[in-house]
Each structure stands twice: as C-alpha cells, then as structure tokens.
C-alpha cells in the first residue's frame, strides 16, 4: 500500500536527504588509537604540536652554500646528514656544506644545490655550466607547511591515510573521533531465510542484510542486522518498535505494489511522516524515506524503505542512504561520488525517469570509459559484482551512443 507522499525526481529526493541530513546533530564522541581510527571521522581539530617542518629543510641531496656566493668555487668545510645540526662553527663566504636530503640548512645559508648539478675537484664545488640557483631554492622553510599550535584538520574530516600520517608527524596516538550511528537492518519478506538455513525450491536466502551491513560499514555507520520480518502486521511493526534505539532504519523489501507490501502501511500506524514514496528512477523507483515521530523513550528516528530487488537495495543505498550516514557520522553534508567517463556504445535512456544502470568504469587517466556489464534487471547481484560503478542515464533522453561522456556513479 502507498502512504500519501509523492514521487519524485531524482534530484528533488536528493535535495530532500541532504536538507534533512543537515539537521542532523552530531554524534557523541570517543577516544580510538590512531589506527583505529581509519574511517572514522573527527571530533577533534588536530593542532600541529610544534612547526612543520619543524626547521628549514633541505628538499634534495646535494650542497648547502650563499646563492650568491657560487659565481666562484666554494669550499666544502663539511657536511650535515638528516637528523643532525650543523656544529662546526661559522660559515664564512666562500664555502659550502654537503648536506642530505631532509637535513636542517646551517643559518647561514639560504640555498641547496643539487648533487647533480655541480662539479666537484676535491673539496671545491662549482655550479655546472648553463645552471643557476637562487636564494631559498630545494628549501623548505620551518613553520611553511603549519605553524605551531594551528589547525591541521577541522572536526567533520573522514579519516584515512593521508590523515593518519598528518596527526601521527602531530604526535597523535590517539584521536577523538565520532561515534560511529547504529543502523538497524530490517529485511522483509515471507520468502525470505537466513544465511545458514537450507533455502526451500520457492524461498530466497537474505542477502541484503548481508550487502547493506557492508555498505553501512563502509559509510561508517555500525550495521545491527535483525531478524527477518515476516509480511505481516503485527511482526512488521514489533521488528520496527525493537529498532528504534538505533539512530537510522533500514527497511528491505515491502515498498511497492503487491498485496503483502506492508512497509509503508506499518510505518504509518506508527505515526511516520514521509517525504517522498518513490523516485523517478531505475532500478529504486518504489524508494522511501521518511521519519518517524519521538515517543517518551526515543527521540525522532529517520527511515529508508529500500526496494527489496537487490540490485535496488543497492544502488538506492549509494545515492541516499550514503549521504545520511556520512552526515551521522559526524562528517559534512556531501552527495553520493558522481564522475564523467566516455560511454563506449550506444545505449538506451528512458524519457519518463533516471537509469543507473551496472557498468564497468575504467579508471584511465586519459580517458576514463565506461562499459554496461548486461543484466537481467534489479535483481542480478551476478552482474552487480561485474560491474564496479553505475552509468547514469538522465531522463528526457531516450538513445545515448558511443563516445558521449556521460556520469558515472562510483560505489
Ligand atoms: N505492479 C508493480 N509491481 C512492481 C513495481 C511496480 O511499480 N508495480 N515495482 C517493481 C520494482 S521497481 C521493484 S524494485 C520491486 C520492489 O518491491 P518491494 O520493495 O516491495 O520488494 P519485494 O516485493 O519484497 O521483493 C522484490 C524482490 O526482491 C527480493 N528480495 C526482497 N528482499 C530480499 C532480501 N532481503 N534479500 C534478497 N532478495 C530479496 C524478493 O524475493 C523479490 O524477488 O517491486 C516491483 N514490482
Ligand atoms: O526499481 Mo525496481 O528497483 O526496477 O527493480
């Protein structure tokens, strides 16, 4: 059965998640070891402890000296490895310091030369013919890349390698992080069984619990899987009741237009509020997404009933159900990865809605192409797992060929 909301395009539904993900508080927050806390987002401005780099640095192996004292040949008086300072005293005109990659320049002189680029007669350098060199070349100045006691990283920055080396070169071993929003999994269907149970000839094993405990993982949310919901009423509406101490429900299955489609009904009785009941788009086009309201135990608690097709289940997780968490989470507000590639064959649109259909993308850096992978509709998880993105098919336009850059959606 259908609740009263209406069915949208895929841009207003978007616009309609991201509008109330950017309602959402932010989470609490916990402390995790740095490496624990990959994934996770920041609940914390990471400061850098001390300059970066913390002296002037020298970017190349080669000879520290004057720029302008090398119209001559310089006399090397030493040298200087990374992790040492220059002890040996003054540095008059006229000489030069070998020095190592990452090692600290002598405050006397303001340039490196390359190793390549010089010759050397014993302990006399001069620059090869034809090269130059000015003040501050193959330097690093202390306190270029962060000063002491300036923010590195804002709160709301999803963490990954290039962060973790940041707040590890910051002294971090630990971090205070976001918690991390406990979805619950909701799959629906009498058809259904569990994943360790022998299927019957009719029945179908529960496999989107399985792929959305995955994806919510992965947007960083904590997947909570509960039992399977049979297509009645009052079991619907218990599985429903015992989720909400999570902070976001997912529903599969139940949302479209059958007899025993029971999602929406059951979400009604319970007081929810929908935003929209379908979109205009294939596969996801029977989609919900709404609220349900705050009892004397729970506050209010958003809800996504996913098609139960599980390539639907899917697709409609990337484009919205990524976004909500993403914000959950604590990070900002942002949409699902949208990029460009070269269609290398002609393929049909449909005027009446959006396709995102199961293709193969190649990350080429040149001339990113993308492929379909073929399938049997929304419910061919084989050729989902071909595929390793979306081709984006807008509506209003019914034929796409061979060399159009079209989007792509990347999962
Ligand atoms: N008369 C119409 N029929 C259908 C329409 C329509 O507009 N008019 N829409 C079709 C579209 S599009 C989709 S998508 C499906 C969605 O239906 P439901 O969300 O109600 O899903 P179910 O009917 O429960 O199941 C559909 C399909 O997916 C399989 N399924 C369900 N849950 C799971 C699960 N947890 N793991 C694996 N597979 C699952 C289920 O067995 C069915 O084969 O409706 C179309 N019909
Ligand atoms: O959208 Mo249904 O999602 O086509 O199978």
New binding site residues.
């Given amino acids: 059965m259908q609740a009263a909301a209406g069915v949208l395009g895929f841009d207003e539904a978007l616009a309609k998640v991201l509008e109330h993900a950017a309602t959402v508080p932010r989470p609490q927050s916990e402390t995790l070891a740095l490496l624990a806390c990959a994934d996770r987002v920041l609940a914390e401005a990471i400061l850098a402890d001390r300059d970066q780099p913390p002296f002037d640095r020298s970017t190349r192996d080669g000879f520290a000296l004057r720029a302008a004292d090398i119209t001559t040949p310089l006399k090397v008086v030493g040298q200087i490895r990374a992790g040492e300072q220059w002890q040996g005293g003054a540095l008059e005109h006229g000489t030069a310091v070998e020095i190592m990659t990452g090692a600290p320049i002598p405050l006397a002189y303001d340039a490196v030369v390359m190793i390549e680029h010089i010759e050397r007669d014993k302990d006399s350098i001069r620059l090869t013919a034809g090269r130059t060199i000015r003040s501050g070349e193959n330097i690093v100045p202390q306190g270029s890349e962060a000063k002491a006691g300036q923010s590195v990283l804002p709160v709301g920055t999803v963490i990954e390698g290039a962060e973790i080396a940041l707040a590890a070169a910051c002294g971090r071993s630990e971090l205070q992080v976001f918690r991390r929003p406990r979805v619950a999994i909701v799959?629906?269907?009498d058809?259904?069984v569990t994943l360790n149970a022998t299927p019957g000839p009719q029945q179908?094993?529960?496999?989107?619990?399985y792929g959305l405990a995955a994806l919510v993982a992965r947007a960083g949310g904590e997947p909570v899987q509960l039992p399977i919901a049979p297509d009645r009423r009052a079991e619907l509406e218990r599985t429903i009741r015992s989720a909400r101490d999570s902070d976001l429900i997912l529903l599969?299955?139940?949302?479209?237009?059958?007899k025993y489609?029971l999602v929406e009904e059951v979400l009604e009785g319970l007081g929810a509020e929908f935003f929209f009941t379908g979109v205009k788009m294939q596969?996801?086009?029977?989609l919900v997404f709404g609220r349900l309201p705050a009892t004397d135990e729970f506050p209010t608690q958003f809800f996504f009933g996913l098609?139960?097709?599980?390539i639907?289940t899917q697709v409609t997780f990337h484009c919205f159900v990524e976004p909500m968490l993403r914000r959950m989470s604590g990070a900002a507000v942002q949409g699902p990865r949208f990029v460009q590639a070269t269609l290398v064959e002609d393929v049909a649109g449909r005027a009446d809605l959006m396709r995102l259909l199961p293709a193969w993308w190649t990350a080429d850096r040149v001339r990113p192409e993308v492929r379909l992978v073929g399938w049997q509709g929304?419910?061919d998880l084989a050729a989902n797992a071909r595929a390793n993105c979306y081709a984006v098919l807008p509506p209003e336009r019914e034929r796409f060929a061979a060399g159009d850059v079209i989007t792509v959606l990347l999962r």
């Fill in positions: 799959a629906t269907g058809e259904l179908i094993r529960n496999s989107n619990s599969s299955g139940g949302v479209s237009m059958g489609d596969p996801g086009k029977p098609p139960g097709n599980p639907s929304s419910g």
